[in-house]
């Protein structure tokens, strides 16, 4: 059978490639797949307590058994769409304004808006930052980034709307790099508590990572949190 491959951020630097197809026995799982990798890509094998696997957009463990037509996806731990969804869970390129998105979620039911923006800053850990470069799972982030909404909204059902974009590409000190927005028809139903927990969410689950640029060079930002077959 045949599995097409993505890697991202980090590993894809260490491939030197972003996308491969890879043939395997018929009953060939994700560890099968890794061993196979490593053999041909022996620094992949220094990153692999540290990579995430996705099966067709879903997390995956090594036990995880493969089918022809598969797509397999390797990224390290994130930084931190079309129709009707596109307005409210999308990854651009564009700029994005704290306005415009909280316009996105006031309903007539609306009497409370929380907003978060994510800011890039000019240091980090005591480092000059000149700019960030953002790189996403797109197809996998959005599908997970209404996940996060989903969730919260269990959490919180008085929500009225919730709305998250995260920007891509090239960001310069200043800029917005991802816009949190949730309502609801008083501010003691959930609204804060949701939009914090969006953010903080959205840095476990959602494929987007981060790179840093500084006077010294450049390095890839990852977090520490490794998702599972339980966090679909």
Known sequence: MKVSIKLFARLRELVGTGSLEHTLSDDATISDLIQSLQAEYPTLAEAAPRTIISVNQEFADPGTRL????????????????????????????PIGLDEIAARVVKPETGAVAVFGGVVR?????????????????????????QVA??????WPKIVDIAIIQRIGRLEVGENAVVVAVSSPHRGDGCFEACAYA??????????????????????????????????
């Open 67 to 94: 089918a022809d037509g598969d797509e397999v996806a390797f990224f390290p731990p994130v930084s931190g769409g079309s129709g009707a969804d596109s307005e409210k869970f999308a990854i651009t390129f564009d």
């Open 122 to 146: 000019n240091v980090s850990l005591g480092k000059d930052v000149e700019r960030l470069e953002y790189e996403a799972y797109e197809e996998m982030a959005i599908a997970k980034l209404k």
């Open 150 to 155: 989903a969730e919260a909204r269990e959490q």
């Open 199 to 232: 953010i903080n969410r959205l840095k476990e689950i959602v494929p987007i990572w981060k790179k840093e640029f500084s006077p010294d060079g450049s390095e890839w930002v990852e977090g520490d949190y490794l998702p599972s077959e339980a966090d679909n």
